[in-house]
């Protein structure tokens, strides 16, 4: 989030990816209803609620439940917003295999509980593809509007940033 890049930004990848493979659909949906158009923010309004399984691709007749909810934990805790949150790639895989439990994940990461998402579907315009865009802030910052913005890279990728 502040540009720096690290192993961690990968393990956030991961948990995303993960997050997209046991729902079945991907990151962000602007043809779903509004509280379900981006799935990291339903997968921890469901986890808080204790309905994590209902994240599960609906296509899938018969799954080991335990097995989702790993994944669902260990999604959770690959995707905090501070990288010192988000666990090694080795303690990934020992969650995922069973050889070390799951780590409580008790706090939804920060990025969903202050800011609101602006409609993604002009987000998303192929207009906005080479500019900046605007988020929006639903809080202020020791005293100042923080201002995240996702900025264009070379591939035309959104990349977080603040200004």
Same mark, same amino acid.
């Given at each position: 989030m502040r540009g720096h890049l690290t192993e961690k930004a990968d393990v956030f990848g991961y948990g995303v990816v993960a997050l997209e493979v046991l729902s079945g659909r991907p990151n962000s949906d602007p043809s779903l209803e509004k509280e379900m158009i981006y799935l990291?923010?339903? /997968?921890?309004?469901?986890?808080? !609620?204790n309905r994590g399984l209902e994240l599960v691709d609906q296509t899938l007749s018969d799954f080991n439940e335990e097995e989702a909810k790993r994944i669902l934990g260990v999604s959770?805790?690959? $995707?905090?917003? %501070? *990288?010192?949150?988000?666990?090694?790639? =080795?303690?990934?895989? /020992?969650?995922? /295999? +069973?050889?070390?439990?799951?780590? !409580?994940? @008790? =706090?939804? *990461? +920060?990025?969903? $509980?202050?800011?609101q998402f602006s409609?993604? =579907?002009? &987000?998303?315009?192929?207009? !906005?593809?080479? +500019? @900046? &865009? /605007?988020? +929006?802030? =639903? %809080?202020?910052?020791g005293g100042s509007s923080a201002n995240p913005t996702f900025v264009a890279d070379a591939d035309h990728l959104p990349v977080l940033s603040h200004t």
């Open positions: 990291l923010e339903r /997968a921890w309004y469901l986890h808080e !609620n959770l805790l690959c $995707t905090q917003a %501070s *990288p010192s949150l988000r666990p090694s790639m =080795s303690r990934v895989v /020992a969650m995922l /295999a +069973g050889d070390i439990e799951v780590s !409580n994940v @008790t =706090s939804r *990461p +920060g990025y969903l $509980t202050d800011w409609d993604l =579907s002009s &987000f998303m315009s192929e207009d !906005n593809l080479s +500019g @900046t &865009f /605007a988020l +929006g802030s =639903s %809080s202020t910052h």
